[in-house]
């Protein structure tokens, strides 16, 4: 944690919960938060699926908590004969603040690519929607050495054309591949040193970048304790009420 960074502590629910649930997820995440000052509190968001999120948009004021609300993709283009794609305008209808782009998971199954990464980025801006950029390397990257490189190339086609402002408006995910749901986390130190490369590749100190690949309650304060790590884009624990608020809790700027 850095004090000039408001930390931001992510949930990604993946393709996990229904509508239901997730307002289920919400009455129980509630009451364990109301103790805590607004200043007392990281940022919390939660990339829930499309078809939870209107329904999430309006639970949350009777809820009287302050998480944001992310989806976990969108579409480039506004509008068109796209079947079965949502648009950043579509996403602005519900309040949702946040958009996850480049997931390797998406990079993986769904073929995206640096330039479909770009111009996605593009359009969340131009909609006000702040993107949540991921970038990492395989196993087999990191044991051939090439992890700086990779994660370096990722991050310079990202933010392609951005203006020096529009960076501002980003975040960033350090997800290394092979920690992301094998129960394998990324060293803190480590996790840090990648990090602080994209930060350098950036250029920018404001820019917050979180750690995302198996963050647990266990693990959670050693990453958390490092300079360059602002945060986390967390999967499995997020799912559970109990451990997301653990997560909450390390991340908070001012301890209670
Ligand atoms: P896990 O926390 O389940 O490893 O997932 C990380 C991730 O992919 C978040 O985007």
């Known amino acids: 944690m850095n004090p000039n960074r408001k930390p931001l502590m992510a949930g990604n629910w993946k393709m996990y919960k229904t509508a239901r649930e997730a307002l289920a997820f919400i009455e129980a995440l509630t009451p364990m938060l109301k103790p805590f000052h607004d200043d007392e509190m990281p940022d919390v968001l939660l990339c829930a699926p499309f078809t939870a999120l209107p329904f999430m948009h309006q ?56 330039e479909t990464v770009n111009a996605k980025i593009k359009a ?8 949540i950029v991921c970038v990492g390397e395989s196993l087999a990257q990191r044991e051939a050495g090439e992890t700086d490189a990779w994660v370096e190339k990722q991050v310079k086609a990202a933010i392609a054309g951005l203006s020096p402002e529009q960076l501002e408006w980003l975040v960033f995910a350090y997800e290394p591949i092979w920690a992301i749901g094998t129960g394998k986390v990324c060293e803190a130190d480590e996790a840090n040193r990648v990090i602080g490369l994209i930060r350098k590749a950036l250029n920018n100190a404001h820019v917050r970048i979180l750690y995302g690949g198996s963050m647990k309650p266990d693990n ?31 991340a908070m700027p001012v301890r209670v």
Do not use: C
């Not at 908590?65 to 283009?77: P, R």
């Not at 004969?81 to 519900?94: H, P, V």
């Open 220 to 250: 959670v304060e050693g990453l958390m304790a490092q300079p360059e790590i602002d945060g986390g884009l967390v999967g499995g624990a997020s799912l559970q009420p109990e451990s997301f608020f653990q997560l909450i809790r390390a």
């Open 124 to 131: 969340a801006l131009a909609n006000h929607l702040r993107p």
């Open 59 to 114: 639970a949350l004021p009777k809820a009287q908590t302050d998480f944001s609300l992310g989806a976990q993709n969108m579409e480039a283009h506004d509008e068109g004969a796209y079947t079965g794609e949502i648009s950043a305008r579509m996403l602005k209808e519900w309040d949702v603040e946040f958009v996850i782009i480049g997931h390797s998971e998406r990079r993986e199954y769904f073929n995206e690519t640096d």
